[in-house]
Nanobody, 121 residues
């Protein structure tokens, strides 16, 4: 079994910073892409940032220049550093990872439970 456990959400004023963490645990052979998604009330879940196993990153236009995704492969952990936060960043943030649990088996997407980020104006 694989678990993704997120931490680091909370309440912050506009212009502030937060750092999210997501650690994968369980039976893991390899982890490919890791990423962060978010879902605001009444809106669809959207991709925020993704990082490949080689460290190549991509971001949603709305967070470019403010958010930084990184990962520690030794710890099976992905991070999201969020700076200059805006009220529009308020959402539940979900961690996602593409994980191969056994050699010669297919990879699958796994999700964390979500962590609330609230930015006050």
């Amino acid at each position: 079994q694989v678990q993704l456990v997120e931490s680091g959400g909370g309440l912050v004023q506009a212009g502030g910073s937060l750092r999210l963490s997501c650690a994968a645990s369980g039976t893991i052979f390899s982890i490919n892409d890791m990423g962060w998604y978010r879902q605001a009330p009444g809106k669809q879940r959207e991709l925020v940032a993704v990082i490949t196993s080689d460290g190549i990153t991509s971001y949603a236009d709305s967070v470019k220049g403010r958010f930084t995704i990184s990962r520690d492969n030794a710890k099976n952990t992905v991070y999201l550093q969020m700076n200059n936060l805006k009220p529009d960043d308020t959402a539940v943030y979900y961690c996602n990872a593409v994980i191969q649990v056994l050699r010669f088996r297919s990879s699958h997407h796994y999700w964390g439970q979500g962590t609330q980020v609230t930015v006050s104006s």
